[in-house]
């Protein structure tokens, strides 16, 4: 879960009080300059994008976040005519940006998750520890998590639970959802996380509430986060310039095993074997680093939520971009689209 700061910071420009997760590394990666442009897709608080502002380079910051995205409006007042706030997904920025898109940029930053912002704001509905509706959508449209809790088939939320939460008891929980909305539909997030954690129960050792995995599984299905991160990096793979650099920052471990894959199949020509045909020649897009960079101690230490960043980056290629790139197999989950309908 990221951290771009606060909100407060955002809209005056003043120093932030919670510094942005590998905030160092990250501007060690992307290296801004002045007379460049910076894409920073994952706008939250402005945490990264101040940062980046102040090593001179412009900055176009992208959130579909309402509240996000009225304090990058209020920023971009602040620093006039270096910043531009563009309301939408990040998955999106490819088609967003005309016709700086055409001209292409020298970097983009994601950094991939719920923000802090959105996570102490009990009415959005991502915390398993504040009360507030049972929501969860990053922007103000599509189903909530109370429409997948109550109306999702019991095989379809365990699929849901188990691979995008990695669950162990998702059919245990799937089952309990499913005996208890017959009775009374959730609608609060304390309802569910009290219902998880009674099926789950919890040691007095554990640090990690048992509604952890449930609620980050809810709300990577209802914002199509995975989905989102892969059309990101085929749209960054399109915009950026020869030698622009792709920066990304992950909390999860799907998230980056989608951009370590992403930019194996872009830096990396495909091995073979003398016992099989040569495979053909691949257009090299990115050269990237090897290793993923970790929060180092200290911050780890100040910042909880840091311990499980991982930062990865590439530099673009002069080949041209390669198009779609691939997220995960999700042939086994349902689809928000297909959400059977109220009453079904």
Request: charged share 30%; no cysteine.
């Given at each position: ?8 910071a ?6 932030v ?23 920073d897709?994952?706008?939250?608080a ?6 980046i ?8 910051a ?12 209020r920023?971009?007042?602040v620093f006039?005519g270096r ?27 994601l ?15 991502f915390s398993?520890?504040?009360d ?5 959508r ?18 379809d939320?365990?699929?849901i639970?188990?691979?995008l ?7 245990r929980i ?8 017959a009775?009374r539909?959730?609608?609060r ?12 129960g ?18 990577i ?16 793979e ?11 920052v ?6 980056d ?27 090299l897009?990115?050269e990237?680093r090897?290793?993923?960079v ?6 780890t ?5 840091a ?12 080949v041209?971009?390669?198009?779609e ?6 042939a086994d989950?349902?689809?928000v ?5 109220a009453?079904?």
């Amino acid at each position: 879960m990221g951290d771009h700061g606060t909100a407060d910071a955002a809209t005056d420009g003043g120093p932030v009080s919670h510094i942005p997760v590998l905030l160092a590394e990250v501007l060690d990666a992307l290296r801004p300059k002045a007379g460049e442009t910076i894409v920073d897709g994952t706008f939250g608080a402005g945490g990264y994008t101040r940062a980046i502002l102040g090593r001179g380079a412009d900055v176009v910051a992208i959130d579909r976040d309402p509240n996000a995205f009225a304090n990058a409006e209020r920023m971009a007042a602040v620093f006039e005519g270096r910043m531009r706030a563009v309301h939408g997904r990040f998955g999106d920025m490819a088609d967003l940006l005309p016709p700086l898109a055409d001209e292409g940029v020298d970097g983009v930053v994601l950094d991939i998750g719920v923000s802090s912002m959105q996570i102490d704001e009990a009415e959005r509905g991502f915390s398993f520890s504040k009360d507030g509706p049972l929501d969860m959508r990053m922007g103000a449209s599509g189903p909530t998590a109370a429409d997948v809790v109550n109306r999702m088939k019991a095989g379809d939320l365990a699929r849901i639970f188990n691979f995008l939460g990695e669950e162990r008891h998702a059919g245990r929980i799937a089952r309990a959802i499913e005996t208890r909305r017959a009775e009374r539909p959730f609608a609060r997030t304390l309802d569910l996380a009290q219902l998880v954690g009674k099926v789950v129960g919890r040691a007095p050792q554990d640090r990690i509430d048992p509604a952890t995995r449930v609620f980050q599984a809810l709300r990577i299905f209802v914002n199509d986060e995975l989905g989102e991160l892969a059309r990101a990096l085929a749209g960054a793979e399109r915009i950026l310039k020869p030698e622009g650099r792709l920066v990304v920052v992950s909390f999860h471990s799907l998230e980056d095993r989608i951009v370590k894959r992403f930019f194996r199949d872009r830096s990396e020509a495909p091995s073979t074997s003398r016992h099989l045909p040569d495979a053909p020649a691949r257009p090299l897009t990115f050269e990237a680093r090897n290793r993923a960079v970790a929060a180092r101690d200290e911050e780890t230490a100040g910042n909880p939520r840091a311990r499980s960043a991982k930062l990865r980056s590439g530099k673009r290629t002069a080949v041209p971009p390669r198009g779609e790139a691939e997220a995960l197999d999700f042939a086994d989950l349902p689809l928000v689209a297909d959400l059977p309908a109220a009453g079904a």
